[in-house]
């Protein structure tokens, strides 16, 4: 697998003519900013649902909401997220939170209302992504004359909440866009899953441009768009927000778990880097202390190493372009059998019973 698949959004994204970039898969140890927990709430609200019964439903204590660094496990977001869809009685609940989500967080909705333009605002949402949550889950793509946002399946979640996140994360894309262009319309809007019985909400929100069972969830603009100016451009603020940013960054990567940190690391680096020297070198410690890290939190590093291949595996055979074969180059095995026994012992499947799940999910 070459290095340049995987490499970081800050440094490659967005270069011509057409570039794809990895942020993350699936974490099960991720978590979520209780900021975005509070958007949800805001947007139940919204519905009808006072803010304490669906908090007595989940049962949560409201103080746990407001902590500005607080997060909570993303798979307990989930089952909050459909337990919103219960309480309010609206299937339809994450095309309506997504219309209303840009302005939801500070400090990430500032900055980007500040940006110069479109492309510096995903630049920097890009960034700042992980103070809302560690599964960003999307890519950008730029060729000839769009520029496409695509949105990385969910694993091991039912498909009322894939379907949730994607159109709560389209809907916040496209208003982030009318944003900068206030008459913005998508090129198309491409689903990975069946049509709800809500369908009409999509054609309402999506300007009639959606198109369901898809290989990928994507929103597909005009590529013009990425130079659209700001109505509320301010370099002083946006540098002095972003420096608010960096600070609340530098304080959630101290409370990071080092396993986390090690193979999100080895995810964006590839197979092809996976020497622990090199890992505590960009880490910034020796082979040593990350070791001793690392075994304080019972996780040893070949263990991490297996995790990584198989986001990586499992990222590949999601794409129907690439043979098995060719995954299996990819990921720098010698031939085919040898990658099938590896990601049965990753994943207690064969790569094409798990390539046949995905397909038969959507």
């Known amino acids: 697998m070459s290095q340049e ?3 970081s959004v ?41 803010r304490s019964q669906l908090l007595r439903a989940a049962r949560l204590d409201a103080a746990q909401l407001e902590a500005v660094d607080a997060r909570m496990p993303t798979t307990q977001v989930y089952r909050l997220c459909e337990l919103a869809m219960d309480v309010t009685g609206d299937p339809a609940l994450g095309l309506r939170w997504g219309e209303k989500i840009t302005g939801s967080f500070a400090p990430i909705s500032p900055l980007l209302a500040h940006a110069a333009s479109f492309r510096q605002a995903i630049e920097t949402l890009v960034h700042f992504d992980r103070l809302m949550t560690d599964r960003s889950g999307y890519q950008f793509l730029e060729h000839d004359d769009v520029m496409t946002i695509r949105f990385m399946p969910l694993s091991g979640e039912s498909l009322r909440v894939r ?24 090129a198309r809007v491409n689903l990975a899953y069946p049509a709800p019985h809500y369908c009409a909400e999509y054609a309402r929100v999506f300007n009639q441009t959606e198109q369901f069972d898809q290989p990928f969830t994507e929103l597909v603009l005009e590529r013009g768009l990425l130079s659209a100016a700001s ?10 927000l972003r420096t608010v940013a960096e600070r ?24 092809h880097h996976t020497d622990m020297k090199e890992v505590a070198r960009a880490l910034g410690m020796s082979v040593r202390s990350l070791r001793r890290r690392l075994g304080a939190e019972q996780k040893p590093y070949n263990e991490i190493l297996n995790e990584a291949f198989a986001l990586v595996a499992k990222h590949h055979l999601r794409d129907k372009q690439l043979t098995i074969q060719e995954t299996a180059f990819e990921l720098g095995f010698s031939d085919t059998s040898t990658f099938h026994r590896a990601f049965k012992r990753w994943t207690g499947m064969t790569p094409s019973v798990f390539r046949n799940s995905v397909t038969r999910e959507r």
């Open 5 to 7: 698949s995987f490499s």
């Open 10 to 50: 800050e440094h490659s994204s967005f270069d011509p003519p057409a570039r794809a970039t990895l942020l993350s898969g699936d974490t099960p140890e991720s978590t979520v900013s209780m900021r975005v927990v509070q958007g949800l709430l805001r947007a139940a609200e919204l519905s009808g649902v006072p």
């Open 163 to 186: 379907r949730f996140c994607n159109e709560v994360a389209l809907g916040g894309f496209l208003g982030l866009a009318r944003h900068f262009h206030a008459d913005a319309k998508p």
């Open 231 to 240: 109505p509320q451009q301010d370099d002083d603020v946006h540098e002095a």
């Open 248 to 271: 609340r960054i530098y304080r959630l990567g101290q409370q990071t778990p080092y396993a986390l940190r090690v193979r999100d690391l080895l995810v964006r680096q590839g197979p």
